[in-house]
């Protein structure tokens, strides 16, 4: 016997150096290497009985198969990774006769021999028909894949429920397989799979409805076909996450006879996502939150601070700012030291969070210095805020270590208003003066700050 060996894998003559020592004791192999300028394989392929055509990429693959098929009538057969059913479908549509792929304990030798020892030694007739049963060749991909996967016709009935589907669902073949009742390993109620709605045509209409926001989309590599994924409750402990594909299965005449569905479980890959969501969420708020208070920090105040300016003068709202700082917070430090003069900053923060609504932002703007965006607030309400935040800050006490009583400390407080059509430099700036005139007049209260001009919105 006679077999001509095309070689795509991209490690020179390895593939063909390994098939023809297996192959030395049935049949004479002679190898050629496909030419690049996309003519086809060298050499001529007339005089051999069989065809073998081994890569390592299914499209590379696909294309050959095409070729050596519409230019020869021997037999091709493939020997690949053919990792997708749906590829293995297409590769019989392109001519292949048999496909020879890695069984479970990644050789393919064994499955190869038995294909050429089963090969007959004549020519495939030009209208290539399926060297052997095209059903049972598809049996033997479907069953044979490690992929989940189920076949059904054009009545929507089961036709092949490998051991991978049977695994990941829990339902054996032989209860699905004849029935129209494959919807029962997915849902709690009767609807149409994705396959369904390929065999009836209807994926544009009604794929909205039993699919929206599930990342549906027409596949990129196989006409006809669609793609989605979905999370299973029922599926193992916890539920599992499935990516599926359901392509069209066609007659000669191109009509849809059938489809077949493949499922992969993408729990891992979606548990990976969201830690990585979380992580980044983590290390988002990190860099922008002050380490000791648990405000935002100053770099994240000037966005912040942008942003609702232009949110205030493009929609014409109240937007208020308020500005404190410790009285006498070096005087303190000096005191009893810069660990005890931490826990004043911190109990400060808590001060203003607890006095604060949710729509409002605190940030640590250096030092002793506490500033707060209030949007939606006019000055009344931005100065009854400050008030509430300078006496419970009044209220609390410290005892730090020496200390022969409670410390009290105070805060002063400056509010002012946004102006349309000024910087937030001298908005931040005309805040501070407040601040600067509450200490002025004696510490320990709160100052409107009044713009020199400008239109006000309160």
Partial sequence: MRILLIDLVSDDCVASATIAARLAGCAEVEACRPAFDGSGPRGNMSGFDLLLLVGDDDAALLKTCRRVAEDSAVPVVVIGPCDEVETAIALMKAGAVDIVVRDERGDWSERLVEVVSAARVRARPRDRQPYVDEGRRLEQIVDGSSVPTFVIDGSHQVTHWNRACAQLTGIPANEIVGTGEHWKAFYTEARPCLADLVVDGTV???????????????????????????????????????????????????????????????????????????????????????????????????????????????????????????????????????????????????????????????????????????????????????????????????????????????????????????????????????????????????????????????
């Avoid at 232009?310 to 005087?331: G, I, N, Q, T």
């Fill in 204 to 458: 544009g209409s009604e794929i909205d409805r039993y699919y929206a926001g599930k990342g549906y989309r027409p596949s990129a590599t196989l006409p006809g076909a669609y793609e989605a994924e979905d999370f299973f409750a029922a599926f193992g402990d916890g539920g599992r996450w499935l990516y599926f594909t359901a392509a069209p299965l066609r007659n000669a005449r191109g009509e849809i006879i059938g489809a077949v569905e493949t499922l992969q479980d993408i729990t891992e890959q979606k548990r990976a996502e969201a830690e990585l969501r979380r992580s980044e969420e983590r290390f988002r708020l990190l860099s922008i939150t002050d380490g000791m208070t648990g405000l935002f920090n100053a770099r994240h105040f000037v966005q912040r601070l942008t942003e609702e300016m232009d949110r205030a003068e493009r929609y014409r709202h109240p937007l208020s700012l308020m500005m404190m700082d410790v009285d006498d917070f070096k005087l303190f430090n000096d005191t009893w030291g810069h660990v005890e003069g931490d826990q004043v900053l911190i109990r400060l923060a808590e001060c203003v969070t607890a006095c604060l609504r949710r729509t409002d932002q605190a940030f640590r703007y250096g030092g002793e210095e506490f500033v707060v965006l209030l949007p939606e607030t006019r000055v009344r309400e931005a100065l009854a805020a400050a008030e509430r935040v300078r006496a419970l800050f009044r209220e609390s006490s410290f005892l730090p270590e020496g200390a022969p009583a409670l410390v009290h400390c105070t805060a002063s407080i400056g509010v002012t208003r946004f102006v349309p059509g000024e910087s937030s430099r001298d908005f931040v700036a005309r805040a501070d003066r407040g601040a600067y005139e509450a200490k002025r007049q004696g510490k320990n209260r709160v100052i409107r700050a009044f713009p020199d001009s400008g239109e006000l919105l309160d």
